[in-house]
C-alpha cells in the first residue's frame, strides 16, 4: 500500500512559478512510476508527466513544466515555470506499479487527494 500527499499548490500570477511536491509512504517508492495529472473544472483529468528514470510529459506541459523524484526522500516534485491561466486545475499524484511510462490513468494504483492550482491572467 503506498499513501500520497501532495503539496505546494497556490494562487500565482501568470507566467510565475510553482513547485509541487508528492510524499509517498512505503519501503518500496523507488520500485513505482510517479505521475502528475490534472483536473480543470468541467474536465476530464489529462495527463500531466511521469517518471521513472526518465521523464514522460503531456504535450501541453512540454518544456514548462519538470518532473523530478528523489527516492532517499520517498518525494516526487513537479516543477511549474511560465504558468498559464490555462494550467488552473487540481493536480494530483500518482504512482504505479508499472515498468513502461504510461499517460494512462488506469495503470497508476494509487492516487494522492489533489492540491489546487489557481494562475491568475
Known amino acids: 500500500q503506498v499513501q500520497l500527499v501532495e503539496s505546494g499548490g497556490g494562487l500565482v500570477q501568470a507566467g510565475g512559478s510553482l513547485r509541487l511536491s508528492c510524499a509517498a509512504s512505503g519501503r518500496t517508492f523507488s520500485s513505482y512510476a510517479m505521475g502528475w495529472f490534472r483536473q480543470a473544472p468541467g474536465m476530464e483529468r489529462e495527463f500531466v508527466a511521469a517518471i521513472s528514470w526518465r521523464g514522460l510529459y503531456g504535450g501541453s506541459v512540454k518544456g514548462r513544466f519538470t518532473i523530478s523524484r528523489d527516492n532517499a526522500k520517498n518525494t516526487a516534485y513537479l516543477q511549474m515555470n511560465s504558468l498559464k491561466p490555462e494550467d488552473t486545475a487540481v493536480y494530483y499524484c500518482?504512482?504505479?506499479?508499472?515498468?513502461?511510462?504510461?499517460?494512462?490513468?488506469?495503470?497508476?494504483?494509487?492516487w494522492g487527494q489533489g492540491t489546487q492550482v489557481t494562475v491568475s491572467s
Open positions: 500518482a504512482a504505479g506499479d508499472i515498468k513502461t511510462l504510461s499517460p494512462r490513468q488506469y495503470e497508476y494504483n494509487y
